[in-house]
C-alpha cells in the first residue's frame, strides 16, 4: 500500500497538515505539492476546522524545500502558459504560499531543518514555533534556485529588510534562538514539547468565536503595503461585516447579563439577531 506523503488529522476544531517524508527530510515534490493544495482547500471551506498546524514527519526536518530530482522533469515537461497561471492562481508551493487566501489562523510548528522553500511554506503562516534544534536558511542559494513562493516578500516584512537581504544574499544558516531574536520565530521550546505548545495555542485562538479572528487577520494581510488611510478603510469594512454575524451581538448580550457567551460561529441574517431585543 502506497504511503501518503502528507497527512491530514482534525483534533477537534483543530487541523494538522503533516508532510511526510521524513527519508528525504520532508522536502515536497510535484504530487506532495498538489496533495497539499487540495487539503488547504479543504481546510479553508471546512466550517467547522477553525486553526491549522502545518509541521513535517520525524524530528530531524520541518520541509528542506522542493525535490529538486522531481521538480526539474516536472517543470520541463509544463507548457508555456503553466507558468503564467500558476503564478496568478497557484496552487503556491506546499499549496499554501500563493493563489488561495486562507484567512484562518495557520500555526507553523518546525521540528528541524527549515530551508528553502520549506521557510517559505514557514512564512506564510501566521505564527511560527520552532524547537530548539531547528534551523533556517536559504539554502537554495547554493544550487542557483531562486525563492520563487514569498521569500523575498514575506521574510523582509516579517525580520526587516537588513535581515532579510543578509539571510538572502549570504544564503547563511541560523539556528532558533537567532531566528528568535531577529522575530523570524515567535517562541522556541523544547523539541519533546513543540506540538504540545502548538496544539495548545491553536486550542486557545479555537475556543474564541472565529468571526473577529478571521477578519481581523483579513485585514492585516489586505492592509500589507497599502496607505494608511487605505488600510483603516479596510479594517473598518470588515469589522462591520461582523454585524453579520450573531456571535458578535452575543458577546455583548452576555456581558450585559453578566454570564458567559455561547457562541455558535454560525451566520445569521441581521433581522433575525436583532429579535433578541
Known amino acids: 500500500m502506497k504511503r501518503e506523503t502528507v497527512l491530514y488529522e482534525k483534533k477537534g476544531h483543530v487541523v494538522i497538515v503533516t508532510i511526510n517524508r521524513p527519508e528525504v527530510n520532508n522536502c515536497i515534490d510535484p504530487e506532495t505539492n498538489f496533495k497539499m493544495a487540495e487539503l488547504w482547500r479543504n481546510f479553508l471551506e471546512d466550517d467547522d476546522a477553525y486553526v491549522a498546524i502545518i509541521t513535517g514527519a520525524g524530528d530531524r526536518a520541518f520541509s528542506t524545500g522542493a525535490d529538486l530530482k522531481k521538480w526539474s522533469s516536472f517543470i520541463k515537461s509544463r507548457k508555456v502558459n503553466w507558468f503564467r497561471k500558476n503564478a496568478y492562481y497557484g496552487p503556491g508551493f506546499g499549496g499554501l504560499t500563493r493563489g488561495i487566501n486562507i484567512f484562518k489562523p495557520i500555526i ?28 533556517f536558511g536559504v539554502l537554495n542559494r547554493r544550487w542557483n534556485v531562486g525563492l520563487g513562493d514569498g521569500g523575498t516578500q514575506r521574510l ?44 495548545k495555542i491553536a486550542k486557545i485562538i479555537a475556543s474564541y468565536p472565529q468571526g473577529s479572528i478571521r477578519t481581523d487577520k483579513e485585514a492585516v494581510i489586505r492592509g500589507i503595503g497599502r496607505p494608511l488611510e487605505e488600510g483603516l478603510r479596510i479594517e473598518n469594512l470588515l469589522f462591520w461585516n461582523l454585524l453579520l454575524n450573531r456571535d458578535f451581538f452575543e458577546g455583548q448580550y452576555a456581558f450585559a447579563e453578566k454570564r458567559k457567551p455561547v457562541y455558535t460561529n454560525e451566520s445569521e441574517e441581521l433581522k433575525d439577531v436583532l429579535k433578541h431585543d
Open 156 to 199: 523582509w516584512r516579517i525580520v526587516g529588510l537588513g535581515r532579510a537581504m543578509d539571510l538572502i544574499l549570504t544564503g547563511k544558516e541560523i539556528d532558533a534562538q537567532e531566528a528568535y531574536r531577529i522575530g523570524l520565530v515567535n517562541e522556541v521550546v523544547p523539541k519533546d514539547k513543540l506540538m504540545d505548545r502548538a496544539l
Open 108 to 135: 507553523a510548528a518546525i521540528n528541524g531543518m527549515c530551508y528553502a522553500g520549506g521557510l517559505e511554506i514557514a512564512l506564510a503562516a501566521d505564527i511560527r514555533i520552532a524547537a530548539e534544534h531547528a534551523r
